[in-house]
């Protein structure tokens, strides 16, 4: 892998997002050193999480997808949510748990889904360190930038509800439940999708809608922000 592919495909894409959700975190943004901690935790758990899926011979199913997408597509369709979608983001809900309870820094509702994104960008650019040596033009920007943006939308749901209960003081097992398991549908049906040229469209509709919601709770949080500040 060379190193214009490594900046192209990786560094850019991590430090246009990093600098985009540190913006978004204007009033009180995080500690620095926490954000890079949390971007190496997402990178590690990404690992963890390619190591998993080659157990899955295990229990009967293929490590690569591919095999089974065009020839059995309502199997390739429950793996998507399952492998893939569930997978994913419980492994990267592990370092989000660390975080909360560990990280003093995080004292804002807003900071659920800025940890969480940040976790799911880590994520990211080890898929995009794995997948990239393998793409080329387009294909390969299309990727480096488009992969972080739908791993942090779809960690910010879980992020943002977990969040929440954690600063309130309320048991974290049924937002954990509960946003997980939105994510994991929400990511499984996006990746589902995404494999057909027919599909594709409403793939996109399944991102826009979340980031739909993801902005109007973050501009929601900032007006809320605002008011105790000049309470």
């Not at 190496?40 to 999480?49: D, E, P, Q, T």
Request: aromatic fraction near 18%; hydrophobic fraction near 50%.
């Amino acid at each position: 892998m060379t190193l214009s592919l490594i900046l192209s495909g990786i560094i850019a894409p991590a430090v246009f997002w990093l600098l985009y959700f540190y913006y978004k975190d204007r009033f009180q943004p995080e500690p620095v050193l926490h954000v890079c901690i949390t971007y190496i935790l997402g990178f590690v758990s990404a690992y963890l999480c390619f190591k998993s899926c080659a157990l899955l011979p295990l229990i009967g199913l293929p490590e690569d997808p591919s095999i089974i997408m065009d020839n059995n597509r309502w199997l390739f369709f429950w793996y998507c949510l399952g492998p893939v979608g569930l997978l994913e983001e419980c492994i990267k809900f592990l370092p989000f748990l660390f975080i909360i309870f560990y990280f003093k820094s995080f004292d804002e509702e807003i900071d659920g889904i800025i940890y969480a994104s940040v976790i799911a960008l880590g994520f990211a650019s080890y898929e995009n360190l794995h997948y990239l040596v393998y793409l080329e033009g387009f294909e390969l920007f299309g990727r480096a930038i488009a992969s972080p943006l739908t791993h942090t939308i779809f960690s910010s749901i879980w992020g943002y509800m977990v969040g929440v209960a954690k600063l309130s003081r309320r048991s974290l097992f049924r937002p954990s439940l509960i946003g997980l398991g939105i994510s994991a549908i929400f990511h499984g049906i996006f990746d589902f999708l995404t494999t057909s040229p027919f599909l594709r469209v409403l793939a996109a509709g399944v991102i826009l809608i979340i980031w739909i919601w993801r902005i109007r709770t973050i501009e929601r949080l900032h007006k809320k922000k605002e008011t105790q500040v000049k309470v």
